[in-house]
């Protein structure tokens, strides 16, 4: 069976406008992001300039608040590498501090995936 030239081009194509697409649409969600950030330190810095931190702010569709969010540390290899030091001087194991093999052995097992991708390289 050959290769249908017209549906192959239109397989190209329609590829490469939804690249685009993806890429205009992640640059517009990074700015949205960055100016709602800008707003929402505006706000709140306004909210704690007239001690009025504890406000219920009515809008479309919900309200607003001031609440506290937790967010986890990511375990990067550094990071885990400094928790195993500490985990060791902590249980007085200092002696027998083993972060280094330990994180040899994490990064010989750590494992990966492969796929096969299109990738666009730009002139």
Not at 1 to 6: E, G, H, P, W
Not at 36 to 63: H, P, R, T, W
């Amino acid at each position: 069976m050959a290769l249908d030239r017209n549906q192959f081009g239109d397989l190209v194509r329609n590829w490469v406008h939804y690249d685009n697409l993806s890429q205009n649409l992640n640059r517009q969600i990074q700015n949205a992001r960055k100016v709602k950030e800008e707003f929402e330190v505006k706000i709140m810095n306004s909210l704690k300039d007239y001690k009025m931190e504890n406000a219920i702010i009515q809008v479309a569709g919900g309200k607003l608040s001031i609440a506290e969010e937790k967010h986890t540390n990511p375990l990067t290899n550094s990071r885990i590498e400094e928790l195993l030091h500490e985990y060791y001087e902590r249980t007085g194991r200092k002696a027998a501090d083993e972060t280094a093999e330990i994180m040899k052995f994490l990064k010989a097992e750590r494992g990966s995936t492969t796929s096969k991708k299109l990738k666009k390289q730009t002139a």
